[in-house]
């Protein structure tokens, strides 16, 4: 019997407690040592809290901290399950060894309360024996393991009742359970959808008659990880031959189609995109290979040209071409081919398009090579917009008409890879012999995939499948990571190009593995060809997409339902200023103003959600925005895209700066033209209301001036408000010009007229015409309301003298040249009279009387009526010249105009001066013409 000193103090306590604690647990193991039974304890979720000594020697566990924390029913097969139901009797239970066999087990299961811990379990187990099933052989566990954990794809083994039994390295990546989980689990844990629960009759279905339903056969299923997700699969079960016992053993592998599946998903998505791209298109596409011969066409080329599609596939394209050029075109085409030319080719040029009716159109041609080697022919895209009926070419594309391309359109055909390896692998298996490099063995996808029987391949060098350059360093390769352990080849995948029986080549994927057997190497060998012809066929589909589209004359956006951009073509890096990586996943209210920006995201939404279509479907003129931050209008046409559910949207945007900047000009030109013509109010009152204008006046005053007896004359007519007249004559001319050559007459008179006509804008009046050497000016009509009318012809009057002989001074080679004004003031009827070459023009007996006036007045002198010194005002002075007869009225008392008096008034009230302004025009040299 053990005694225990009695504690002195705390710390003696402790010690003594510990002491005993010690003794108590030698004591337990004693005691279960001493029965022949071993101890689990487990807490009330069945998770192992503690165990005796031998318990991990009896299920194969090195170590007993492998099992703590782990659940119970890794080593005892659903017993925490009995835990939950309060379930305690003895009875016989099924236990798990590592190496994949089963113990019969006797368990006890009896509640342990404690104070402190909770409500555990303790478990007794006793009368161990093994059953009866065969373990796998060592080769299998051994040589199996370390190759199938080289392949690609997951591995599973199971036992005839489903029992996973060995799973790869691939199956641990893929599904996420390790190795230890699986051991034991029934495979049914891997099978998602609606096959889990009927997987095990399957199994017993063909173990009971032997109908091979999935046995030997390719099939996809839903398979499931761990963590719940699901995924595409294809499975390959094959049952594995037993020589030596009766037991069943299965081997699938498991494919995840996954990447696959997106990858065709891609393919149409990408290729139903490409369809309505065209199809949104402003222009005729046209694609040809290089004899000229119409591959295909969009929607626009039925609607511009007239034949429907059907007609057009397989025709020349010379059907579309005048006769005269038709006749010519293939020899274009070869003559390109031959010498590489291009004349035409990636230009843009005026063409004339015949029709199926046989009219012609001009239209702008832009042709593109696709494709340099498409099969054996090479093709090329055109696009033809219409000068003609522009405004057709520019509609958006119907969802019929997208429906219609969607039939022409050939859909590319899927490809996929179906390799095969051991029995159900899917790829070429090779082992080979670490130090001669020597093939050890091979399954039937290698003979398949190489053409060697299986008898040619044992024994041979690997170097066999390979290419000549690779075969000679390949023995190198291999020596040198087993000199330095860099691992350049081993553990890591790579593309090689591998050689066949027949001498023929292809790319193939290589995956080599060390396993940790002694001197072997596991190499799978997976064949690209067909995903590399697959990859040429998207590279050349991506291809012919990007030519067509960077050949469309406008630029063009592709963006999603948020408005980010996915797709541009290249006008629209030329027309923006951005390139294509800047544009790719910005928003499309880059390229808007602000005013409009902040609201698009909004009417994209708003479309979504109702489906009313004020943008979609329609083209209107809107301000873009550039890179550099100018602006410009344009015409934006939008359509919507769906595919596969998704919702995208087309732009073609068309810049119409030059379009508008020539319809400005034009209308700028023609007003310009109508304010030389007529007086400024008159041509206001034309483009408002083109109807006759005809007006009476009741008090004008009229001028005329005359340099003299030429055999034309010269008029000129001031209108403001208040009405009155004036005439001018040139004394003498004739005589003058005479000896003047005609280039200095017209020289002359500019330059005198010119004088005039910035005297008329300084004193706001009027010039109504010239005839030959006579000026004719009117105060009227005017666009505000005057009073001084007759004054400021007075004035005017007194400018164009002193004009004169400032002129006469600055170009004494004329001689000395007077002029003869008259003045007349009193009612006129006036108007606008002709549609071509419209004039103003006056008419009525002030008018003739002005004229009268000047006809006989004095040379250098201003020669007005009563009427004019009694509207004048005071600040003239007149002197009387008497009376005169005049022809059509009689007597007349007439007046000479001498001197005005200074008005500062009057003066500031006009808009121009008499000074430095006035002063440059009198003193500008003569323009020769």
């Known amino acids: 019997m053990v005694s225990l000193a009695v504690p002195d103090g705390p710390n003696d306590r402790l010690q003594l407690l510990e002491a005993k604690a010690k003794y108590l647990s030698a004591l337990n193991d004693a005691i279960l040592r001493a029965s022949g039974q071993s101890l689990i304890v487990v807490d009330q979720a069945g998770f192992i809290c503690w165990l005796s000594e031998d318990i991990p020697n009896i299920f194969g566990y090195e170590q007993a901290d492998g099992l703590i924390n782990q659940n119970v029913d890794i080593i005892v097969q659903d017993l925490s399950s009995s835990l939950y139901l309060g379930d305690y009797s003895q009875r016989e239970a099924r236990g798990v060894h590592t190496d994949g066999c089963f113990l019969q087990l006797e368990v006890g299961i009896a509640p342990i309360r404690s104070a402190t811990n909770g409500r555990n379990f303790a478990i007794t187990i006793k009368h161990i024996t093994r059953l009866k099933k065969k373990r796998l052989s060592s080769v299998l566990r051994e040589s199996a393991a370390y190759i199938l954990d080289a392949a690609f794809d997951p591995m599973f083994c199971t036992d005839g009742e489903g029992s996973i039994i060995m799973v790869n390295q691939a199956a641990v990546n893929e599904f996420g359970w390790s190795q230890k989980e699986f051991i034991g689990q029934n495979v049914r844990i891997i099978v998602g959808g609606d096959h889990q629960d009927r997987h095990d009759s399957y199994m017993q279905h063909y173990i009971e008659t032997g109908e091979k339903k999935m046995i030997g056969k390719k099939r996809e299923i839903q398979a499931r990880r761990k963590d719940g997700t699901e995924f595409i699969a294809e499975l390959g079960l094959a049952e594995i031959p037993q020589k030596h016992f009766d037991e069943h053993i299965f081997c699938g592998f498991i494919r995840n189609l996954t990447k696959e599946k997106g990858a065709q998903a891609e393919i149409v998505a990408k290729q139903n995109l490409t369809s309505k791209i065209i199809e949104a298109s402003f222009d005729a596409l046209f694609v040809i290979n290089q004899h000229g011969i119409i591959q295909m066409v969009n929607e626009q080329s039925t609607k511009a040209l007239g034949w429907s599609r059907e007609e057009f596939i397989g025709q020349n394209i010379n059907m579309i071409m005048p006769v005269e050029h038709a006749e010519y075109h293939d020899s274009y085409l070869a003559r390109y081919l031959k010498t590489g030319m291009k004349n035409m080719m990636e230009t843009e040029r005026e063409v004339e398009a015949r029709r199926k009716d046989g009219s012609m159109f001009p239209c702008i041609l832009g042709l593109a090579q696709v494709d340099q080697h498409v099969g054996s022919d090479r093709l090329f895209c055109g696009f033809i917009r219409s000068l003609a009926r522009e405004k057709a070419l520019e509609r958006r594309v119907t969802d019929e008409e997208q429906q219609n391309l969607k039939n022409s359109q050939e859909i590319l055909e899927q490809r996929s890879t179906i390799l095969g390896i051991l029995d159900a692998s899917f ?33 041979q060098n690997i170097s066999m499948i390979m290419t000549d350059d690779v075969a000679s360093h390949h023995d190198q390769y291999v020596e040198n990571y087993l000199a330095t352990g860099v691992k350049k080849m081993i553990g890591k995948q790579r593309e090689v190009t591998a050689k066949r029986k027949d001498g023929s080549t292809f790319p193939a994927a290589l995956d080599l593995a060390e396993p940790q057997a002694a001197g072997l190497i596991c190499g799978f060998i997976r064949d690209l060809t067909q995903e590399k012809a697959a990859q040429a066929d998207i590279i050349r589909e991506q291809l012919l997409t990007s030519k067509i589209i960077d050949a469309s004359f406008d630029a063009l956006f592709v963006i999603n339902d948020g408005g980010i951009i996915q797709q541009v073509n290249k006008a629209s890096c030329n027309v923006f200023g951005w390139s294509r990586e800047e544009f790719v996943g910005q928003n499309i209210t880059m390229i808007m103003r602000d005013n409009h920006a902040d609201k698009h995201d909004t009417y994209l939404s708003r479309f979504l959600q109702s489906r009313v279509k004020k943008m979609i479907g329609t083209e209107r003129e809107i301000e873009a925005r550039r890179r550099d931050g100018s602006t410009f209008p344009c015409i934006l046409g939008l359509s919507e895209v769906v595919t596969n559910g998704t919702t995208q949207f087309v732009g073609f945007v068309r ?29 206001c009152r034309l483009k408002a209301d083109p109807s006759h204008i005809a007006d009476h006046y009741d008090n004008t005053t009229i001028l005329f001036a005359d340099i003299g007896e030429f055999l034309l004359s010269i008029s000129l007519i001031i209108f403001i408000f208040v009405l009155r007249a004036h005439h001018a004559c040139v004394v003498g ?77 600055t170009f004494p080679q004329y001689g000395s040249i007077d002029f003869r004004v008259g003045i007349s003031t009193g009612p006129v009827v006036a108007g606008v009279v002709g549609i071509k070459r419209l004039l103003f023009d006056m008419w009525g007996d002030t008018v003739n009387v002005a004229a009268r006036m000047e006809q006989s007045g004095l040379a250098g002198q201003i020669q007005v009526t009563r009427h004019v010194v009694d509207n004048a005002g005071s600040d003239f002075t007149f002197e009387s010249r008497g009376t005169l007869m005049v022809k059509g009225k009689g007597l007349m008392d007439v007046y000479i105009l001498k001197s005005a008096k200074p008005n500062e008034k009057w003066r500031h009230s006009m808009k121009g001066s008499e000074g430095p302004k006035l002063q440059q025009t009198l003193r500008c040299k003569s323009t020769l013409i």
């Open 427 to 459: 790829h070429a298996l090779f082992v080979i012999t670490e130090d001669e490099r020597i093939i050890q063995m091979v399954n039937q996808k290698s003979c398949d995939v190489f053409g060697w029987t299986r008898e040619e391949f044992i024994g």
């Open 733 to 809: 001319f004739t005589d003058k010009t005479s000896k003047m050559s005609p280039r200095d007459v017209v020289s002359m008179l500019n330059d005198i007229f010119s004088r005039f006509d910035h005297l008329c804008d300084i004193y706001e009046l009027n010039k109504v015409k010239t005839i030959g050497d006579c000026y004719m000016i009117t105060s009227i009509p005017s666009n505000i309301l005057e009073h001084d009318g007759c004054a400021r012809v007075c004035r005017f009057a007194l400018a164009m003298l002193r004009a004169v002989r400032d002129f006469n001074d």
């Open 655 to 683: 810049d119409v700066t030059i379009r508008k900047l020539l319809a400005e000009a034009e209308r700028e030109a023609s007003d310009s033209l109508l304010f030389n013509i007529l007086p400024e109010h008159i041509a």
